[in-house]
């Protein structure tokens, strides 16, 4: 909303009066001077209008439903917890289920007892939509700063698969790798560990970009960042990841 600028203007102008005598004035036959009236005293200066307090922004409560592991509840309850820092007047219950989300997501529904934030797949977003399951955030979209803006959804499919009929109803939280396969053959040759299960010793997205770049050759056996790698003769992919989706997650592979 577009304010615009004021500025108070002062009444203690109104001081000096020219209360200045013209010595005594002669009066005709000799009379007496007429005496000076004395000045009234200048009126009391208004004083400022005392600005009210800003109100208290007022207390919200949301909840959100997901499904995921152990460390995936964790991660979001970390997220939340420093989301409510930032906005103290918002509360926000998190609701995990780990297993049967459809079903306990559609039950929910049909009791009218839906979470105001949820996950769902790609799979069922459409048909949620046409049950009115969820709310058209289409002008809310336009209107933020920076989920608005043309260039922030830089893959198509970023948009086309939060959007129906070109209204928007949700926000892609995330690109999920469901599984990810690897040719033994190319990361022994290249000496490198295939990744491991464990979360804990994971690969970071920094290994894994160092990772695609050492797997990844030209015609004449120079890699990414090299002098002389040319990128329209590139005989071995490091990484493989389609740019199209479907409702079966994409797969990342190794040649």
């Known amino acids: 909303m577009h304010m615009s600028d004021s500025v108070p203007v002062s009444r203690r102008k109104f001081l000096a009066l020219t209360a200045a005598t013209m010595g005594a004035l002669v009066a005709a036959c000799g009379g007496a001077p007429t005496p000076t009236p004395t000045p009234k005293p200048a009126a009391p ?23 995921g592991s152990d460390l995936e509840k964790q991660n979001i ?17 998190y609701i995990h289920v780990p ?24 799979g069922p977003y459409g048909d949620y939509i046409q049950k009115g399951a969820f709310a058209d955030i289409t002008d809310l979209i336009a209107a933020d700063p920076v989920l608005g803006n043309p260039d922030y959804f830089i893959m198509p499919w970023e948009k086309n698969r939060s959007t ?33 299960p464990d979360p804990e010793k994971a690969w970071t997205w920094d290994q894994y970009i160092e990772i695609g770049r050492k797997l990844t050759i030209d015609q004449n056996g120079k890699h ?18 389609p740019t199209s989706t479907t409702y079966i997650p994409c797969i990342v592979n190794s040649n």
Not at 48 to 67: E, F, I
Not at 103 to 114: I, N, P, S
Request: net charge neutral; with cysteine.
């Open 45 to 67: 200066a208004a004083q400022p209008t005392a600005t009210a307090a800003p109100k208290a922004a007022a207390q919200v409560k949301l909840r959100k439903m997901a499904w």
């Open 77 to 93: 309850e970390n997220g939340l917890a420093a989301f409510m820092k930032e906005n103290p007047n918002i509360t926000v219950e």
């Open 99 to 122: 297993q049967d989300y459809d079903t306990k997501l559609q039950t929910m529904l049909a009791g009218g007892d839906v979470p105001d934030v949820f996950k769902v797949g790609d």
């Open 164 to 196: 129906f009929k070109g209204r928007w109803y949700a926000i892609g939280s995330c690109g999920q790798f469901i599984c990810q396969y690897c040719n033994l053959d190319i990361l022994e040759k290249a000496k490198v560990d295939p990744p491991s």
């Open 224 to 241: 990414p960042g090299e002098s002389g790698f040319d990128v329209n003769k590139v005989t071995q992919w490091g990484l493989y990841f």
